[in-house]
C-alpha cells in the first residue's frame, strides 16, 4: 500500500477513535509525549531536584530510543550511507550539547537547570523519532 494513504488511513482512524472517546491503541506515551513514568515522576515532585531527577531519567530513556533507532538504521544502509549517517548523529550531537548548553545560564536562576535539562530530554526525543521515521525502525 501506497505509504501516504496508509498514513491517511491511520489518521482517519485515530481522529474516528478519538471522536468516540475510544483510545485507539494502548500506548506507554503520555499526553506530554514522554512516558507515562515521567509524567507521574513530574507530578509527584515539586523540588528543582526532583525534576531534574525525572528529566535526567526520562532522558536515558529516550537516549536508548535515539541509540536502538540508530543501531537499526545503520543497518539498513549501504556502507557509504553507514558512513554519512555516523558523521551526520557525530554532528548533531555536538550541536545539540551546544544548543542546550546555551539555556544553562539565561535566567541565572535554578530554571535554567531545568530548562538546559528539557533541552537535552526534547532534542533527544525529536531525534529518535527522526530516525524511527526515516528508517522505520523502533517504534514508541
Known amino acids: 500500500m501506497n505509504p501516504a494513504r496508509l498514513l491517511s488511513l491511520v489518521t482517519a482512524s485515530t ?3 478519538a471522536a468516540l472517546g475510544v483510545p485507539a491503541i494502548a500506548s506507554p506515551v503520555s499526553g506530554s509525549g514522554y512516558s507515562k513514568a515521567y509524567d ?3 507530578n509527584a515532585t515539586s523540588s528543582t531536584a526532583g525534576m531534574l531527577d525525572c528529566i535526567a ?3 536515558r ?3 536508548a530510543r535515539l541509540n536502538a533507532n540508530y543501531q ?3 543497518k539498513t544502509l549501504a556502507p557509504q550511507q553507514r558512513t554519512a549517517l ?3 548523529q557525530r554532528q548533531w550531537m555536538q550541536f ?4 542546550c548548553a546555551l539555556e544553562q545560564g539565561v535566567t541565572g536562576g535554578t530554571v535554567d537547570r531545568i530548562n538546559a535539562s528539557m533541552c537535552l530530554l526534547q532534542a533527544t526525543q525529536v531525534r529518535a523519532d527522526t530516525l524511527a521515521v526515516r528508517y522505520q525502525p523502533q517504534a514508541r
Do not use: F, H, N, P
Open 15 to 17: 481522529l474516528l477513535c
Open 40 to 42: 507521574a515522576c513530574m
Open 57 to 59: 531519567r526520562e532522558t
Open 61 to 63: 530513556s529516550q537516549d
Open 72 to 74: 537499526a538504521a545503520i
Open 86 to 88: 555516523r558523521d551526520v
Open 96 to 99: 545539540r550539547d551546544a544548543d
